[in-house]
């Protein structure tokens, strides 16, 4: 981290806002942060964030902009996007998206028109809200029916989905999650699609950094198009990039951002993009990649065999979903438990929900940001133990103490970039 200390003109200039930051700073490296969709950026991300780009206007594309001035910005903004050409393999990359909900709308924009039919992965099983969930923009302005896990064993059912699509026909179908802790195998909704002739959407914000490392399938040359945001497991700063390989949805991708749907792209964020594609092509990152799966895999068998039922049995991924059951403690009960402690987790539905979205029967891990801070095996034990001695022990303030100790022993260890 860029220590609160080296802030030498926040000190000056607004001392409410640096003891924020360094509350938050102590908070992030005494927690054990086991949200499967954040991660810590390295030191040269966060300059390149903090840097003179965010200064800068550039509405346009490199080399075509509307303001004077952007001699530099045209190059940072083609580094990002030839970086990122090279790093997944792929032909047209738009990295202007302000993150992944507007990179997402952005592509229903590009390709769709209003109350076209969609699908979606059913949120309470994993989805996410912009792939059609009811109070979502993609729900009011475009035709969902969604498609769900098997609830026997709690993977994707392709011929739930094969009967919507050939029932529904949408325009779009859409593949990805946050909280399904198994593979996407992309050729069999690559056939569904095709049978319909419907677009393909790969919405790989959670799994880009696992698809980089080799350590789930990649759905380039499958997908029409592929999203992601740029800080989850590819560990840059909060953006997105949508790739295609088709030359006329790369066209109809640029427009429908700008001037479609955003005004100047965020140029710092583009320049720490750059940063973050350069680190995340090297070994070590592929090993990072690995190691977040081996991580998830172990936490997921410590949990498991501590009594713990997870979604699905376990994981192929970097995220574990646990099922509390409907009897005692829920989701909201266990995450603020565990916060206590010192353990940052988040209450999620589970498939065979039947509390509300703000209670749930579910909590949701990740390993991402724990293996960025060099954790492993031992470790992974270490905090699945934990974690079942605090949901057994819910409300006993003599165990959270303990754990928090623990917790706090474990976390001086590891250092947050
Ligand atoms: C699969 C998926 N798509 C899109 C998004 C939206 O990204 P953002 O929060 O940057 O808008 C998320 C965020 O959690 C996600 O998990």
């Given at each position: ?16 806002v640096l ?6 700073e ?6 054990i ?9 390295s030191?040269?991300?966060r ?15 490199p080399y075509?902009?509307y303001?004077?001035?952007n ?7 083609t580094?990002?996007i030839?970086?990122?050409k090279?790093?997944f393999?792929?032909?047209f990359v738009?990295?202007q998206?302000y ?9 229903y ?11 979606g992965?059913?949120?309470?099983h994993g ?5 059609g ?6 729900a ?6 969604q498609?769900t ?5 709690e ?5 739930n989905l094969r009967?919507?699509t050939k029932?529904?026909k ?30 393909l959407?790969?919405?790989?914000s ?10 789930h399938p ?13 800080h989850k ?16 949805i790369?066209k ?6 700008f001037?479609?749907l955003?005004?100047g792209?965020?140029?710092h ?21 690995v190691q977040?799966?081996?991580?998830a ?16 049995g376990g994981?192929d ?6 099922d509390?059951?409907?009897?005692g403690?829920t ?8 916060e206590?402690c ?10 065979s929900?039947t509390?509300?979205?703000?209670v749930?029967?579910?909590i ?24 079942v ?5 819910i409300?006993?303030?003599k165990i959270?103490?303990?754990?928090k ?6 976390t001086s260890?590891?250092l947050?970039?």
């Amino acid at each position: 981290m860029i220590a609160w200390y080296s802030m030498k003109e926040l000190k000056f200039s607004d001392k409410k806002v640096l003891d924020l930051i360094k509350k938050e700073e102590k908070r992030q490296q005494e927690d054990i942060n086991l949200i499967p969709s954040e991660n810590y950026v390295s030191k040269a991300v966060r300059e390149a964030t903090a840097s003179v780009f965010t200064n800068k206007y550039s509405e346009g594309y490199p080399y075509k902009r509307y303001y004077a001035g952007n001699k530099w910005v045209d190059e940072i903004e083609t580094l990002a996007i030839e970086r990122a050409k090279k790093l997944f393999g792929v032909k047209f990359v738009n990295v202007q998206g302000y993150s992944g909900s507007p990179a997402n709308l952005a592509i229903y924009f590009a390709l769709l028109n209003p109350g076209d039919p969609i699908t979606g992965l059913y949120l309470p099983h994993g989805g996410h809200l912009t792939h059609g969930w009811d109070v979502n923009f993609s729900a009011k302005y475009y035709k969902p029916v969604q498609y769900t896990v098997d609830l026997k064993t709690e993977r994707i059912d392709y011929e739930n989905l094969r009967k919507i699509t050939k029932k529904h026909k949408p325009k779009m179908i859409w593949v990805g999650a946050t909280a399904y802790p198994r593979i996407f195998e992309w050729e069999k909704f690559q056939k569904i699609s095709k049978e319909i002739g419907a677009y393909l959407i790969a919405d790989i914000s959670h799994i880009a950094g696992l698809i980089i490392a080799g350590v789930h399938p990649s759905p380039v040359g499958i997908a029409d198009v592929i999203m992601t945001t740029t800080h989850k497991t590819l560990r840059g700063p909060r953006g997105a990039m949508i790739m295609t390989n088709d030359v006329d949805i790369a066209k109809k991708i640029d427009r429908a951002i700008f001037p479609g749907l955003q005004g100047g792209p965020h140029d710092h964020t583009t320049a720490a993009i750059a940063v973050a594609l350069k680190e995340a092509s090297t070994p070590q990152f592929k090993k990072y990649g690995v190691q977040i799966v081996k991580n998830a895999k172990v936490l997921a068998e410590t949990l498991s065999s501590g009594g713990l039922r997870l979604v699905s049995g376990g994981t192929d991924n970097h995220l574990i979903l646990i099922d509390l059951g409907t009897n005692g403690p829920t989701g909201k009960d266990i995450s603020l438990a565990l916060e206590e402690c010192g353990i940052i987790t988040n209450k999620n539905t589970v498939p065979s929900e039947t509390r509300k979205p703000f209670v749930t029967s579910g909590i949701r891990l990740g390993t991402p940001a724990v293996t960025t801070r060099g954790m492993k095996e031992k470790e992974m034990k270490k905090i699945g133990g934990l974690i079942v001695k605090v949901i057994n022990n819910i409300s006993n303030q003599k165990i959270y103490k303990e754990v928090k100790k623990e917790v706090l022993s474990l976390t001086s260890k590891f250092l947050v970039p």
